[in-house]
């Protein structure tokens, strides 16, 4: 069984920009997870999307958003980007979501923001 | 921000010693999980703690869920090079609502 994947691996913006970021999850799952992975702040979770829908939300601003496939792929949305912005996100997936079920993480994607 | 404590931040030892690692919590977790980082990649999940008092094993890892479902250990036994990497604690507390990491734990072991 595949892994999850995600595209691109890396990925260079300047301020300002915006950025969308995808993730295929593991074959049946239905949740995908989100996180932003820094050297100062560690793994935080920004959300949760569960067939196609929002389910939960981390202190993030707005900038960051989300959606998710009927097929249950996702992708993340950071608009208007900070250099704060700069980080590995990664994105798991699990059948039946946060809280629920153990979650399998993919290689992340590397974004910096200059 | 983080909630879990985790300690040491890192460790540099000598191949085939033991390690050990610890996680700790101001609430009460409903789950616990370690997860292994390499460089480059996303956290692979080495084990998984469901009751209060489990202890269980992944060949040379062997993991605790503490009695008071605030703390966590991770063991690893005649630790080899390709023990290296980060190692993190996770887990779901009462709302379980999102995953929570500890700080992570830096492993270097010198062959």
């Known amino acids: 069984k595949a892994g999850v994947t995600q595209t691109p691996r890396y990925l260079i913006k300047t301020r300002g920009q915006q950025v969308t970021l995808s993730c295929s999850p593991i074959s049946g799952h239905r949740s995908v997870s989100w996180y932003q992975q820094t050297p100062g702040q560690g793994l935080q979770f920004l959300f949760e999307?569960?067939?196609?829908?929002?389910?939960n939300k981390g202190n993030f601003p707005g900038r960051f958003s989300g959606r998710q496939f009927s097929n249950s792929r996702s992708e993340m949305n950071v608009s208007t980007l900070e250099l704060g912005d700069s980080a590995l996100y990664l994105c798991?997936?699990?059948?039946?979501?946060?809280?629920?079920?153990?979650?399998?993480f993919g290689p992340g994607t590397r974004l910096t923001v200059l | 921000g983080q909630q879990l404590n985790q300690s040491p931040q890192s460790m540099f030892i000598q191949e085939g010693e033991d390690v050990s690692m610890n996680c700790t919590s101001s609430s009460i977790f409903n789950t616990w999980l370690w997860y292994k980082q390499d460089p480059g990649e996303g956290p692979v999940l080495l084990i998984a703690l469901y009751k209060a008092g489990e202890l269980t094993s992944n060949g040379r890892l062997t993991a605790q869920f503490g009695i008071t479902r605030k703390d966590s250990f991770l063991n690893i036994s005649a630790s080899i090079p390709s023990d290296v990497g980060i190692y993190f604690c996770?887990?779901?507390?009462?709302?379980?609502?999102?995953?929570?990491f500890g700080g992570g734990t830096r492993l270097m072991v010198k062959p």
């Open positions: 798991a997936s699990s059948f039946g979501g946060v809280g629920t079920d153990t979650q399998y």
């Open positions: 996770a887990g779901y507390n009462n709302a379980g609502n999102m995953l929570t």
């Open positions: 999307y569960f067939s196609e829908t929002q389910r």
